[in-house]
């Protein structure tokens, strides 16, 4: 797999014979300061991450000609790419989805960081909707209350993607796990409406909606899903951190009292099957 700054290949670990992917800059980048100090930091953060919904890593290089972080291996592709191509399987499976996005959130905030760029694109999710989360190269600290005031919890260029991007990692505000949560809010939308929150003509206004507009509740997108759920996600999206939930613990303790859909979505399997049957 490629992007445009990395490229990530399957390798084996000389030493352990275990399977890894190496994550390494493409060949334009690998003298850029910024992604190689992306790269360190993606270790320094997740290097002592031991839980079932974070994908590991390994260890870096970013002296070499070659720089690359090593990582655990996963054949699935990111949530992004599954939902482009098999819809309906993640609905089916959304349930699973949304607890292991969540979870794998929870250990990380848990651990003192804030992701800054969850989104599908960074959880990788197996044909039975199991998640891992990835990419922890613009991880900042949780601050505490004193160094809030003092303006700690901010990165230090404005950082994210922009269809995820909470209203105060736009302003660049100082950044707790509540602007994670915003962020898990868009991609719940995602998730079981098959749009983002937010669109815009330009940059500028996709920002500005973000800062400014109200999404629509999920539910008024996509029938099937109860009122409880989306009332959930509305409160994720509150332009002020003081309006979502506290934490994902919180989020993930409503869910056990609540469904995501009305009525369980089919599996693609089953579904020309359903719709012979109904005709």
């Given at each position: 797999r490629s992007g445009s700054t990395c490229q990530i290949y399957e390798a084996i670990n000389d030493n352990t014979g275990q399977k890894?992917?190496?994550?390494?800059?493409?060949?334009?980048?690998?003298?850029?300061?910024?992604?190689l100090k992306y790269l360190q930091h993606e270790f320094d953060v997740a290097k002592e991450f031991k839980s079932e919904f974070i994908n590991q890593v390994y260890e870096v290089d970013a002296k070499h000609s070659v720089p690359y972080l090593s990582i655990e291996f996963s054949p699935f592709q990111n949530l992004k790419q599954r939902l482009r191509g098999e819809y309906d399987l993640m609905n089916y499976h959304a349930s699973t989805v949304i607890n292991d996005v969540l979870e794998g959130l929870k250990f990380l905030h848990d651990q003192g960081w804030v992701h800054c760029d969850v989104k599908p694109d960074n959880f990788l999710v197996d044909d039975e909707g199991h998640c891992k989360l990835i990419d922890f190269a613009l991880a900042v600290k949780i601050p505490t209350k004193f160094a809030r005031i003092l303006g700690g919890g901010k990165s230090k260029t404005i950082a994210g993607t922009r269809s995820y991007m909470s209203p105060e990692q736009i302003r660049h505000k100082s950044l707790d796990n509540r602007s994670d949560i915003y962020s898990a809010g868009c991609l719940l939308t995602e998730l079981t409406t098959g749009k983002v929150p937010f669109t815009g003509d330009s940059p500028e206004n996709l920002l500005t909606r973000h800062l400014h507009m109200k999404a629509p509740p999920i539910c008024s997108v996509n029938t099937n899903i109860t009122q409880d759920f989306s009332d959930l996600v509305d409160e994720m999206l509150?332009?002020?951190?003081?309006?979502?939930?506290?934490?994902?613990?919180?989020?993930?303790?409503?869910?056990?009292?609540?469904?995501?859909?009305?009525?369980?979505?089919?599996?693609?399997?089953?579904?020309?099957?359903?719709e012979d049957a109904e005709f």
């Open positions: 890894v992917a190496l994550k390494t800059l493409v060949a334009e980048r690998r003298k850029d300061k910024t992604e509150s332009k002020k951190p003081t309006g979502r939930p506290d934490s994902i613990a919180v989020i993930l303790g409503r869910l056990k009292s609540m469904r995501i859909y009305k009525a369980q979505p089919i599996h693609p399997s089953k579904m020309s099957s359903a």
